[in-house]
């Protein structure tokens, strides 16, 4: 079974380069030619996921694992780490400094976005030691009809 | 590269002139679908192409060329009608009105018309669109102006998911069409098969709109005409022109379409953004992508920097067009002078909506989702063994595309530069 891993960096802090990653994540999956509407989903998850790192995590990585069925994302970061997690993913909850709020992030969207548009997210973190977001989503098994394959 | 593919690859109205290429890389690093190669010293189109036009404007010899109907008069109708966009009259100086513009068209087509008069309707529709899925809590934002057919093409190929953002009104210059066929036929004035509707217009890829348009069942013009081909016709006579008609309609609203932000100058207040530039356009179609920006609520982009006053077919240099606009701008006023309550009757009705949606998608080889898997691990394995200078020697754009060419099939390891002198190097 063909399987397809890619690892990205994502640096902390670095609002310039902020959503690259996400755009090659994309590129990734559309070169690969995964249905738009979930090229979409993942694209939002990716680019939440890694809008976090930049504002809370420290340095971190995201790595894509995609499969015929199933595509994983995995965000890991070194940084602050959540303190309690299902606040975080109450909508509009924000620890989000006043400075990352003056850039227009930060408005505590981005955990419950990802909760509703991945089909499975996992939480791991710990205060002080950084964070682990796993998030699955299904393929529907591509634009070919190769379902299931 | 497979028959089947071959045949399969949509068409476009830019073509290289084998005569004059001289095979640089050029036009193949400007082009933002990566379509062209250069193959045997000669720049060939094998992509996606969008008929966008940055690789005419940066051939320095001219051997990129867009495709129009042209000033053949055997190609044109008996009877040849033209409706001209506004970007035509920011390409003279400060004596050249519009009207003048116009009359000097018309000392060589039957008959001119000032395309600009239906763009306040158009706005007038765009915004009660813009009101109507407002009122409805509408989830699609941004919409996306469906005014250049560029910017369509590019959704349609690379951002298929924000096909549903594009507003679904008929563009001004199609309306204007229609509504000049209809007086035209409809009251006999002419029969059908003995006129010509031609766009004069700044634009590479009116052509590809004209021939295969994506909203509508059929365009409603015959072809169409660069402004640069038309330049000349109005240099010879303007200077001779009478003016006892007014051919000029249009206020400052309309000719203010020529500018990125003139679209939107015409609706009333809302969270509007204008974006211009292949780059910029990009970009921003990413962030939609991403599910950013969903607290605008219309954005209007143009392909062309600085707007159709940039297009690949105008004369003038667009900053100087810029000038001239914004002065024919302020000369004619902004006041918008069409009625409300009959174009919400005609919105009401649909007369303004679009007759279908048909995007083109890519032709791709017809993979499996597993193979192509496959393909892109073993892309990006490719990649890790190249050099990275993306010098594009190779004939392949970068060195990213020319790992798919040599995985494709298309291409061949040896015409990497880089790797042919390393290797060079542990012979001697």
């Not at chain 1, 950084?130 to 009809?145: A, H």
């Not at chain 2, 404007?57 to 990129?64: E, F, G, I």
């Not at chain 2, 018309?106 to 529709?125: C, G, I, M, N, P």
Request: aromatic share 8%.
């Amino acid at each position: 079974m063909p399987q397809l891993t890619r690892n990205f960096s994502i640096k902390a802090r670095d609002f310039v380069r902020a959503g690259e990653v996400s755009i090659q994540v994309q590129g990734v999956l559309k070169a690969i030619g995964f249905p738009a509407e979930v090229i979409r989903r993942i694209a939002i998850c990716a680019y939440e996921s890694e809008m976090n790192v930049v504002m809370h995590g420290g340095d971190g990585e995201l790595r894509l694992k995609v499969d015929t069925g199933s595509i994983d994302v995995e965000v890991e970061d070194y940084g602050e780490g959540i303190e309690n997690i299902e606040l975080a993913l109450q909508e509009g909850y924000s620890t989000a400094s006043t400075e990352d709020r003056e850039r227009g992030f930060g408005a505590g969207m981005g955990l419950p976005n990802i909760k509703k548009n991945a089909d499975s997210l996992d939480i791991h973190s710990k205060k002080g030691e950084g964070t682990c977001l796993k998030m699955s989503f299904m393929t529907g098994g591509g634009n070919d009809g190769s379902r299931g394959k | 590269m497979m028959a089947a593919e071959e045949n399969n690859r949509p068409f476009h109205y830019v073509q290289v002139v084998e005569e004059k290429c001289n095979g640089c890389v050029l036009c193949m690093k400007a082009c933002p679908t990566s379509a062209i190669r250069v193959r045997k010293e000669k720049a060939r189109i094998e992509g996606v192409c969008i008929d966008c036009g940055e690789c005419l404007r940066v051939c320095p010899r001219d051997a990129m060329r867009a495709v129009t109907t042209g000033m053949d008069l055997a190609n044109l109708s008996r009877f040849t009608i033209l409706s001209v966009s506004p970007v035509l009259y920011a390409q003279f100086g400060p004596e050249a009105t519009p009207n003048r513009i116009l009359l000097a068209l018309r000392k060589v087509f039957k008959f001119v018309y000032d395309q600009a008069f239906t763009h306040e309707l158009y706005s007038a529709a765009a915004e009660l669109y813009i009101q109507k899925c407002r009122e409805e809590k509408r989830d699609v934002w941004p919409l996306i102006s469906p005014v250049c057919p560029v910017v369509n093409r590019l959704i349609a190929y690379r951002f298929p998911s924000l096909l549903d953002h594009i507003l679904p009104i008929i563009t001004p210059r199609e309306l204007a069409a229609r509504e000049l066929r209809k007086r035209l036929y409809c009251e006999k004035v002419f029969r059908l098969e003995d006129f010509g509707l031609y766009h004069v217009t700044p634009c590479s890829a009116k052509m590809i709109e004209v021939k295969e348009p994506m909203f509508l069942k059929n365009s409603y013009f015959d072809g169409i005409l660069g402004i640069s081909e038309v330049f000349n016709v109005v240099n010879k006579y303007i200077a001779e022109v009478e003016e006892e008609i007014i051919l000029h309609q249009s206020s400052g609203v309309g000719i203010a379409w020529g500018l990125c932000g003139g679209e939107m100058a015409g609706f009333g207040h809302g969270n509007f953004l204008a974006v211009s530039g292949m780059q910029e356009t990009i970009r921003y179609l990413e962030k939609i992508e991403m599910g950013l920006l969903r607290d605008i609520e219309f954005i209007e982009f143009r392909s062309c920097s600085e707007g159709c006053i940039g297009g690949p077919l105008t004369v003038a240099d667009k900053y100087q067009a810029k000038t001239t606009v914004e002065r024919l701008t302020r000369k004619y006023g902004i006041e918008k002078r069409v009625n409300t309550s009959s174009i919400k009757k005609a919105f009401d009705e649909g007369w303004f909506f679009i007759e279908k949606k048909s995007a083109p998608s890519a032709p791709r080889k017809r993979l499996s989702i597993s193979e192509a898997i496959e393909r892109q691990d073993q892309i990006e394995k490719v990649l890790q063994t190249l050099p990275q200078k993306e010098c594009g020697a190779c004939g392949s754009p970068d060195c990213r595309t020319f790992a798919e060419d040599v995985v494709d099939g298309n291409s061949s390891m040896r015409e990497c530069v880089y790797l042919r002198m390393a290797k060079k190097g542990e012979c001697k």
